[in-house]
């Protein structure tokens, strides 16, 4: 099989993938959902509060590590693979423009300038502007739900913002897809200009063979359309189907996609006379020597093990994930005495924010690590629907003599504990904060009163 169709083949299922990922739900959260609307993150089909963003730098240490990975063991695998910007270059130059409209000869030469069929380019265009608008909405999914997405749809007048983003970035596709082209590979593209600093020699890359193939270039100039010895016919079938335009038998280049194509092209030449093609997919140092190319090396296993590591650290945090959040704030006022002649009681009172950030309702319930303390407010449970939050005053209260200490209030270390009671082991937390209580001298005082 081509390299051609292996690519084509994997484009077809990035693309279900990305369509697919944002409708799948499990348990009402998606794989991937920054929403800033809900105020609501979903990780991985876990759903996260917006104060739990503190595990996106993981997300984002692993995604640039990943890339790093990436890069160091099949160079510019992702430009020829799976970047979009290519996916969507395959389908408008080679699909719209080549195959469906003719207005170009043929994919296998892209040198040649397309004809002057302005119609037949408007259409192609235009085709292409629906197939942006849809890719536009797509990547909008993985920030405004498809369920809302398409709710708002129906209204986009209040929606100004949300459209206005879609068609900005749908604007900027056509743009870049049908008049930039590869140039923005060549020119704009950061990753390609950064890349080359992690390949090393044995890195896969596309790989013209020299000592097979006979040498066509000295530095930059070139000795002649073909070499003086060497198997290469000079036929550079491999040069016009590059779609960056370059000859990679001059070497490694920065505008290099790593497509392959001129593999492809090179194997039907070479494959006439019953040999492999004269470019091929492979490490410098496995061309050199003849070995099986080195996947695992130093560089390449350190970053697996540190790729791991985070991935097992964003792991373990997931799994601690509460799902209700409790903040719970001391009011001002240190303690409050109730007096009834030689009966007193303390109160201390809290303001407790509590948010449900689980997917269903919740009751809650509150209790005490100190049996001696009991709660006199809330005396019922607390209602919340998902997602809700909500402020309480709580007013904590001891009739018993705590601590008698002449000198000075001492506050006491409590741990509160707060469950839904349909899920108690589910959904739980515990807080630490402090109760109060007065030195003897303000309990005479509130007694004489
Ligand atoms: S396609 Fe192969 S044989 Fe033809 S010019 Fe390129 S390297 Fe040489
Ligand atoms: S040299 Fe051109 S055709 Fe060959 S892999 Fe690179 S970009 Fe593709």
Redesign the pocket.
């Known amino acids: 099989m081509t390299y051609a169709k292996k690519r084509y083949f994997t484009y077809a299922l990035i693309t279900i993938i990305t369509l697919a990922l944002p409708f799948i739900r499990i348990d009402g959260n998606h794989f991937f959902l920054l929403s800033f609307d809900h105020k609501k993150l979903n990780i991985l089909f876990t759903s996260f509060d917006m104060q739990e963003l503190y595990l996106m730098p993981f997300l984002l240490v692993i995604f640039f590590l990943s890339i790093f990975f990436m890069t160091t063991l099949g160079g510019r695998v992702w430009c020829?693979w799976s970047c979009p910007q290519t996916i969507f270059r395959v389908i408008f130059r080679d699909l719209l423009q080549t195959k469906i409209f003719k207005i170009r000869g043929n994919i296998k030469d892209k040198q040649r300038p397309s004809k002057n069929y302005p119609v037949r380019k408007a259409l192609s265009v235009a085709i292409f502007a629906l197939i942006a608008f849809v890719a536009a909405s797509n990547l909008l999914w993985y920030f405004v739900p498809p369920e809302d997405f398409f709710a708002y749809l129906q209204n986009p007048a209040e929606h100004k913002l949300l459209f206005g983003i879609v068609t900005g970035f749908a604007l900027f596709l056509i743009f870049d897809v049908c008049f930039l082209a590869e140039n923005f590979c060549i020119y704009v593209c950061p990753y390609a200009r950064i890349q080359s600093t992690m390949f090393d020699h044995d890195t896969i890359q596309?790989i013209y063979d020299e000592r097979r193939g006979g040498r066509v270039f000295d530095g930059a100039a070139k000795l002649g359309k073909k070499p003086v010895a060497g198997e290469c016919i000079g036929c550079e079938a491999?040069v016009a189907?590059?779609?960056?335009h370059?000859d990679?038998r001059r070497g490694m280049q920065l505008?290099?996609?790593?497509?392959?194509?001129?593999?492809d092209a090179c194997a039907a030449v070479m494959g006439k006379k019953g040999e492999p093609s004269l470019?091929s997919w492979t490490s410098a140092h496995s061309l050199d020597t003849g070995k099986k190319v080195q996947y695992f090396r130093f560089r390449t296993i350190a970053y697996m093990v540190i790729i791991l590591a985070f991935a097992i650290a964003l792991g373990l945090m997931s799994t601690k994930k509460e799902n209700m959040l409790l903040n719970i704030n001391r009011n001002t006022e240190l303690y409050h005495i109730v007096a009834d002649g030689e009966k007193i009681r303390v109160q201390n009172a809290y303001t407790f924010l509590i948010q449900n950030t689980d997917n269903k309702a919740h009751s809650y319930t509150f209790s005490l690590s100190e049996p001696r303390i009991e709660f006199v407010r809330p005396k019922n449970e607390i209602k919340l629907e998902a997602g809700a939050k909500r402020k309480i005053v709580v007013i904590l209260e001891t009739k018993e003599r705590l601590i008698e200490e002449n000198m000075h209030d001492t506050p006491m270390d409590i741990t509160i504990t707060a469950v839904a009671s349909d899920e108690p082991e589910r959904v739980r937390v515990e807080r630490h904060t402090r109760f109060v209580y007065p030195k003897m001298s303000e309990i005479e005082k509130a007694m004489k009163k």
């Open positions: 020829g596309v491999c189907v590059c779609p960056t370059i990679i505008e290099c996609i790593n497509c392959l194509e001129c593999s470019i």
